[in-house]
Each structure stands twice: as structure tokens, then as C-alpha cells.
């Protein structure tokens, strides 16, 4: 099949956006396994650097699965019933206030963590605990969670769901255990699915929350590029490599899953 | 009567207990925004203006050259980016909606996947690229590193600019009526005609859009420039700097409030032209 | 049970009255069909008796002998059908039908036993472990009815319940629903803009027009003493021949007309069927155009009045398009009925 030149053109810059995000990635899989990276892969390939990174940072890698989780929790407890009240009064005074939880969104992590911490700096026993940086990551993953469930529930016909629901005895907390929840689990889902997966790679407001004591695995990914030697970095962004690419897979999956029931 | 006044005015027992459960559900939202979000904003912007030079701290930014010269050059960066990633990624975008191939969903894979990349990962990607020991000062002979410089931090920007504009590009190519492509094919319009003719004014509103999340991206990026830790004055690494090396605390503040105005305008801009935002960050 | 309405009324918050203040008995076992064009408040009126609308001061809603004007809906006890069904996706045919029960807390047994009757009764055993994404538009609405059915209802209600299914789906589950209707023998009020649909399930109809009652009677009594031109024009598409300011006759472009009483400044209406074509008539058209039925040709005539006059004629063949023919009309088919809605 011949190609016309357009087509040709569009293929090329195509592959070039391709080559130009995947060649940094692989090379710093490769540097992660090889065991010299300046004498390239004829050094042999090795899992020591995979080994070396479990032993100095697997406690940040468990902390942030522990933050993610947490963080996941808190989202479902604060979005999920928030986003129902927003699709069920959909006035002015909501769209200001989607508008507003979304500020985290749109201001950067950094000017997010300086008003944190010079409101919430001096609180001795809040600053050093790990739920300072978990109210820094609930903060900027709410938005994503109450959105996507928003768009499931605004998308089916949840007034005569309720309503029908209704007719037939439920009262309200029964009606949203019972009918909202349920119908609105693609939202859900894909949300959870963003919530953890921007949790874990979490940078900007993580850096200025953190404590030295308490490392996440992006901050402690910045600490190795930092200061230690550049296979140990390769192995542990391997690692987030690992931990990452599932994740957003399945989030895809399941973003483009809800917005076919929205669409 | 008064636009968007729903209540009845007297509100019934029944309607009563809906409101109220209603409210209940709000009430952990309300609750945490106030108390994380809209407190510790107002006490930033309190910060500002409670140091030296009061309201005029907001002049400084334009009248010493530190600041000014950071906010030009944040502004150039992430101008230069954003041209680009529009370029590349509507290119790429048009492509990868309008054809089915084998290898297609691979290649959509490898361009969305950086999405989830923290910056200091994308920072980090870049000195493989072009640092020190990076791929191009090997392959090339000379010296030639570029991470550490603005071009090191410009691809740093593109990398994560990239998946989130063609994200847009083809959310908006896929509800381009298909009809309109063929109805200016069969009147004799070339391939190009009909991107040029019909195509790309079909998707402006979502370009406008996209371009102006990659352009907020950029301007608020803190991890890639972090990473790659040189002397290269974005506003971000400014705020970062003053807040923790000189103490600043209302200049810190001061910029943070400018810097998240410009980025929170430009995404209102954008989600009303496209309705959608896909994840600032990085 | 006995339904009654005392001065139901509703006003959007924007001011606009979509029910003005109604009165309306229903007897137990009655099966009473709400019929008007869309925007004249029947929807309001059933979703007042749910108490899915909160209706202005002063309406008073009783089942029975209990005022329910202040209940909660998911108190009233009412079985509802929705125009979309509002089947819920998450659950089950089966689960669908328990969801009511469920809600009174009976015991599983006995929840068991209500949904296999229910399910019997509309026949949808075969689909009870179905999804209801997996149904036909047909077996959803007799999932809506068992559901609404299922938890012992005191009242039925249904908005529109047929009008979601297409045209030839929806005249045979007409005499179906009818006849489960009849088969579950309970009070029901159905909400529906198809004048054939209300004819054919109701013992009563309430023709509404611009948020009021025009006239609730037999379907019988609606189409044969219809009490004002709404009702004749709604039920069997009365058309207007004219208006007769004093006397007995009625004068027309195509003729004069005697009429069984002094009409008194009323107007004078007449169905189609009762406009036949005869060589010894008294008025004169001219055929514009010619519908064959089936069973009956439409002809539509000018030049008897001021707009188009329709006849419903059924020999085996019809005059030609641009004939000229004679009409007749007898005496006690044309209606007499004043403009003015003071006999409320």
C-alpha cells in the first residue's frame, strides 16, 4: 500500500514523539539491570542495583502505597457523596464550588504546600505525621474522584432511578446505598484508579510536605537522583516503572469505560 | 423571580429530610475544603502582604529584575512548549484517530503513557538523554549536554506536555463529524485541503484548550526543574528558592498567588472551550 | 381504597401553575386513565398523589381516611410506573421485584414466595435471573408493573406507561396491560396523551387541558356527552362546523343544517363518522383529498366550512379527488357546546 506524502509526514513526526518519550525510558531500564552503565551492556546484565533499592528505600515504597490507599479511602469517603449532592443540585453555587475543590488542580502543588504549611507548619504532632502529606495528596486527587463520579451520575437517569426507588419505600440513605452507589461504580472505579495512580507519583507537594523521616517513593526517587550513582536511580525509576504502568492502564481502561456509559 | 432560586418557599417535611441528608453528604466536603483548601489559601495570601513592603511586595515582582526576568523567561518556556507540543501532538493526534493500523494502539500507549510520570522522573529521563553520561554526549562526538540547560528543561516540559494535548486533540477529532472530511473529499479537496479547510477549525476550540493546559503545565512545573537542579530560573524553582534558602516568606507567597492566578485563568479558559482538563501536574 | 383530591393545586416556584386547584375522587378498584395533551398537568397531578410533586397550601390528599398530604413518598405505599421504567440497572429482574419488599423488611421466605406470585402473575418467570439491560422495551414495562406491584400497593400509578415502546409493540400490550390491570384488581390512575390508550384501560377518564379537569366520566359518556369543545375535540377529534348566535340553523358555505335544539350562541360540532357522503344531502363539498384506511376511506372535503371537514366514508369505493358530493348529517350527531368552562 502506498502511503500519500501527508500521511507519510504525519507517520514520521508520529514515530519521532514515540522514539523521543520511549528512548529516555528504556535507556534507564537497561541502565536499572546492567551492571556497569559506562561500560555499557557488555558489562552484563544483573539485579543487584533492583536488590540495592529494596534495601534503601522499600520503606518509601511502602509508604506511599500506604498513602495511596489511605488517600483512596478518604476521596471515596469525601467525593462520593459530595458528587452525588452536586449532581442533585446542579445550581450555580455548585458549579463554584466543583470550581473551587478543583483548585488544585489547575495551582501548582508548590503554592498548595506553602499554604499548608504556613497555616499548618507550627502544629508540632500534624506536621511531622504522615496525614500532613496525605491531606496534601486527598487535596489534589479529590477533584479527579468527585468528576469522575460526577459525570457517571449526570449521565444516567438518577431522578426516576431515585424516584422509582423511592415509590417503593426507600428513604434516602437507602436510595444512595441501594441506587447511586451501585450505578454510579464505573465512576467510581476510574476514579479510585486515578486517585491511586497520581497519589503514588505525587511530586510537587510531597517534597515541601515531607519530613525527613517520612519519604515517598517520587521523593525518594528525587533523593537517588540526587545523591546516589546512576544504576541505583535507573533501578528504583524501574521499580516506579513496575508499580506505575499497570496502574495506568487500568485507569484508562476504566476512564474510557465510564465515559462510554456517560457518552 | 431570581434566577437559579429553586426552593419552594415553604419547603415540606419530605423535602425537608432530603435537603438535609443532602447536606449531610456535602458536609465532609465543605468540611475539608474549608479547613485544608480555603483557610491555608487566605493565609497565603495573608503571608503576602504581611511582610516589608506590604501590597507593594506585588510591585517588586515587576520591578526587580530577579523576579521579572523569571517570570519572562517561565513565560517564554512554557510558550515555546506549548507551540510545540501542539505541533507534534495534533500531528500525531490526527493520525493516530483518523487510521487503523496494526502497532496503533502500541504507539497511542507509549505517547500517553508518560501522563503518570512525576516531573522528577521526567527530569531524570532527560539527564539520560542529554546529560552528562547521556545517550547523545555518548553517541556524539564532542561534548554535547544540553539537561542542565533551558533547552533541557523545554524537552523536559514537551515530555509531559505531549500525552495531555494529544489526549484532547483526539477526545475532540473523534466528535469531528466524519461526514464533513468526506463531503470535502468527494467536492476534490486533497488531504491537506480538508485538514487545513476542515479539520483543524473543527478543533480549534479544543487546541485553544489544549494549548493552554500545556502552557499552565509548564508555567507550574516544579519536579523536572527541581531534577534537573541548575541555574535556571523558573519561576517555581524562584518560589522554591525564596522560600527555603532565603526564608522569604512573603515573596514566596507573593509569587505563589501570581503564579497559581495565571495557571487557574488559563484552565477556567480552557475547560469552557473544550469541557474537559486532563491532569495538571508533573 | 378510596382515593380523594381536595384542591390539589401546583405553582413552579417561577410562577407558573402547572395544576390549578383540582378536586377528584377515585373508588376502590377504579381504574381511572388522566388524559390530555402534554403541559396540562396530568403528570403533575399523579406525581402530587405519589408525592413525588410538593403541591401549593391547601391541597389535601387522602388515601382513605388518613391525610397523606405531608407523607414522604417512601411512606405512602404507592406502586408507580415510570414513563422510562427507571428499572434498576444494578439489579436483577428478580431483585427488581424484591427491591419493595425489601424495603418493609419482610422475612426472605416470604419475599421468595410475593416475587415468584408476582412474577407468575406477569408472566416473566423465564427472565427472572435476566438483566435488565437484557430485556425487550415490552418486558420492561411488565417488570415496572410486577415491581410496582410486588410490595402490596394501596394505589397503582402509571405515567405513560406505553409510551416508551413503539407503535405496533404498544397497541398489543394496550389490551394486555388492561387486562392485568383488571386481573391484579387494584385501584389504578394512569397517566397518557393517547385518547385510544385511556378508552381502552380505564373505567373513567379525566380529560385535563391547561393545568384543569375539563370533564372525568365514562369513556362512553366522554365520546358520546362531551361537555365542552376540548373534550369532543380530544376524545374522537370533534371537528367545529360553525357558530349559531340564535335559533335553530345552522347556515354554512355549503349549505344550511337544522339543529336539534336552539343552539343559544353555542358552537356546533360533529365527528367525522357522522358526516356522510349521500346523494339527497343537504350541503355541498368538494373532495380535496382521499386517505384509504382499511376498513374506511378519510375524505376530506372543503367548501362546507371555513376549514377542511372530514368524513369517514366506507363503501367499497370513494369519490375522486375534485368531485363534487352531497353530505348528509343527522340531527342528534352534531353536539352543542359552549365555549365558556362555567358548568365546572
Known amino acids: 500500500m502506498r502511503l500519500p506524502i501527508t500521511k507519510l509526514l504525519q507517520l514520521a513526526v508520529t514515530l519521532l514523539a514515540c522514539a523521543f518519550l520511549l528512548v529516555p525510558a528504556i535507556q534507564s531500564v537497561l541502565a536499572g539491570l546492567t551492571v556497569n552503565y559506562f561500560r555499557g551492556m557488555s558489562s552484563g546484565l544483573t539485579l543487584k542495583w533492583l536488590w540495592k533499592v529494596w534495601e534503601l528505600y522499600a520503606d518509601s515504597i511502602f509508604l506511599s502505597i500506604w498513602l495511596a490507599l489511605a488517600c483512596l479511602i478518604c476521596t471515596a469517603i469525601i467525593g462520593v457523596p459530595a458528587a452525588y449532592a452536586l449532581a442533585k443540585n446542579p445550581g450555580w453555587i455548585s458549579r463554584i464550588l466543583e470550581e473551587f475543590i478543583s483548585l488544585p488542580l489547575a495551582v501548582p502543588g508548590l503554592a498548595i504546600a506553602l499554604a499548608l504549611l504556613q497555616l499548618y507548619g507550627t502544629l508540632q504532632g500534624f506536621r511531622t505525621s504522615w496525614s500532613f502529606i496525605l491531606v496534601g495528596h486527598v487535596l489534589y486527587t479529590l477533584p479527579f474522584m468527585v468528576r469522575s463520579v460526577l459525570a457517571v451520575l449526570a449521565a444516567i437517569d438518577l431522578k426516576s432511578l431515585e424516584e422509582g426507588a423511592a415509590t417503593l419505600g426507600a428513604g434516602p440513605f437507602r436510595r444512595f446505598c441501594d441506587i447511586v452507589v451501585p450505578n454510579a461504580m464505573p465512576g467510581i472505579l476510574a476514579g479510585a484508579l486515578t486517585v491511586v495512580t497520581l497519589s503514588i507519583g505525587e511530586f510537587n507537594l510531597t517534597w515541601m510536605l515531607h519530613t525527613p523521616y517520612l519519604k515517598t517513593l517520587p521523593v525518594g526517587l528525587a ?41 | 423571580m431570581q434566577e437559579g432560586w429553586t426552593l419552594p418557599l415553604l419547603p415540606s417535611f419530605s423535602d425537608m429530610i432530603n435537603r438535609n441528608f443532602l447536606l449531610i453528604c456535602l458536609l465532609p466536603l465543605l468540611i475539608f475544603s474549608l479547613v485544608f483548601l480555603a483557610l491555608p489559601l487566605m493565609r497565603l495570601f495573608l503571608a503576602s502582604v504581611e511582610g516589608e513592603s506590604g501590597w507593594a511586595i506585588y510591585l517588586e515582582i515587576i520591578q526587580k529584575p530577579r523576579y521579572l526576568s523569571a517570570l519572562i523567561q517561565t513565560v517564554l518556556v512554557s510558550l515555546a512548549v506549548t507551540a510545540a507540543a501542539l505541533m507534534i501532538s495534533t500531528t500525531a493526534g490526527l493520525f493516530l484517530a483518523r487510521n487503523r493500523f496494526t502497532g496503533r494502539g502500541v504507539l497511542l500507549s507509549i505517547l500517553t503513557l508518560p501522563l503518570a510520570f512525576p516531573g522528577v522522573v521526567i527530569g531524570f529521563l532527560i539527564i539520560l538523554l542529554g546529560g552528562r553520561q547521556g545517550l547523545v554526549n555518548q553517541l556524539t562526538p564532542g561534548h554535547v549536554v544540553f539537561a542542565y540547560s533551558t533547552f533541557g528543561l523545554f524537552l523536559g516540559y514537551l515530555y509531559f506536555s505531549i500525552p495531555r494535548v494529544l489526549l484532547t486533540v483526539m477526545a475532540a477529532t473523534e466528535k469531528l463529524d466524519r461526514e464533513l472530511e468526506e463531503a470535502a473529499r468527494s467536492l476534490g479537496a486533497s488531504p491537506w485541503s480538508v485538514i487545513r479547510d476542515v479539520i483543524l477549525p473543527g478543533l480549534a476550540p479544543s487546541l485553544v484548550a489544549a494549548g493552554a493546559i500545556a502552557f499552565a503545565t509548564a508555567m507550574g512545573a516544579f519536579g523536572t526543574a527541581f531534577t534537573l537542579a541548575t541555574n535556571i530560573d523558573v519561576l517555581p524553582m524562584v518560589i522554591y528558592t525564596e522560600f527555603t534558602l532565603s526564608a522569604n516568606i512573603a515573596m514566596a507567597s507573593a509569587l505563589s498567588i501570581v503564579l497559581g492566578l495565571v495557571t487557574w485563568a488559563l484552565l477556567l479558559i480552557a475547560r469552557s472551550l473544550s469541557g474537559t482538563t486532563v491532569a495538571a501536574g508533573g | ?67 397523606v398530604t405531608q407523607l414522604p413518598v417512601e411512606k405512602r405505599k404507592v406502586g408507580m410506573v415510570f414513563q422510562s421504567y427507571a428499572l434498576f440497572p444494578n439489579m436483577s429482574v428478580s431483585t427488581n421485584i424484591a427491591y419493595g419488599l425489601k424495603m418493609q423488611k419482610r422475612p426472605r421466605a416470604e419475599i421468595e414466595q410475593r416475587v415468584e406470585e408476582v412474577l ?60 392485568l390491570l383488571r386481573r391484579l384488581g387494584i385501584t389504578a390512575i394512569f397517566v397518557t396523551h393517547d385518547q385510544n390508550e385511556a378508552m381502552a384501560i380505564a373505567d373513567r377518564v379525566a380529560v385535563m387541558s391547561e393545568g384543569r379537569i375539563e370533564q372525568i366520566g365514562s369513556p362512553e359518556d366522554l365520546y358520546r356527552n362531551a361537555g365542552s369543545p376540548f373534550v369532543a375535540a380530544f376524545v374522537g377529534n370533534a371537528m367545529c362546523l360553525g357558530k349559531v348566535v340564535q335559533g335553530n340553523t345552522l347556515r354554512l358555505t355549503g349549505g344550511e343544517l337544522s339543529l336539534p335544539d336552539d343552539a343559544g350562541g353555542r358552537g356546533v360540532y360533529v365527528r367525522a363518522e357522522d358526516v356522510c357522503i349521500a346523494e339527497d344531502g343537504p350541503l355541498i363539498g368538494k373532495v380535496e383529498s382521499v386517505t384509504f384506511l382499511g376498513t374506511h376511506y378519510r375524505v376530506g372535503l372543503s367548501g362546507v366550512t371555513d376549514s377542511t371537514l372530514y368524513s369517514l366514508h366506507s363503501g367499497l369505493s370513494a369519490p375522486r379527488h375534485g368531485d363534487e358530493v352531497k353530505l348528509r348529517i343527522a340531527p342528534e350527531a352534531l353536539m352543542l357546546l359552549a365555549e365558556d368552562k362555567t358548568y365546572l
Open chain 1, 223 to 263: 533523593d537517588s537522583y540526587a545523591s546516589m550513582r546512576l544504576e541505583i536511580a535507573s533501578a528504583y525509576t524501574l521499580i516506579f516503572f513496575i508499580m506505575i504502568v499497570p496502574l495506568l492502564t487500568a485507569m484508562q481502561w476504566a476512564s474510557n469505560r465510564a465515559q462510554r456509559i456517560s457518552a
Open chain 3, 1 to 67: 381504597m378510596t382515593l380523594s383530591l381536595k384542591n390539589a393545586s401546583k405553582t413552579y416556584p417561577d410562577g407558573t401553575r402547572a395544576l390549578l386547584p383540582s378536586n377528584i375522587e377515585i373508588e376502590t378498584g377504579e381504574i381511572v386513565s388522566l388524559l390530555g395533551p402534554s403541559g396540562c398537568g396530568k403528570t403533575t397531578l399523579l406525581r402530587i398523589i405519589a408525592g413525588l410533586e410538593t403541591p401549593d397550601d391547601g391541597t389535601e390528599v387522602w388515601f382513605d381516611k388518613d391525610n
Open chain 3, 120 to 179: 407468575t402473575l406477569c408472566r416473566l418467570n423465564p427472565l427472572a435471573n435476566r438483566a435488565i439491560t437484557a430485556l425487550s422495551g415490552g418486558q420492561r414495562q411488565r417488570v415496572a408493573l410486577a415491581r410496582a406491584f410486588a410490595p402490596r400497593p394501596r394505589l397503582l400509578l402509571l405515567d405513560e406507561p406505553l409510551s416508551a415502546l413503539d407503535a405496533a409493540l404498544r397497541d398489543s400490550l394496550r389490551d394486555e396491560l388492561s387486562d
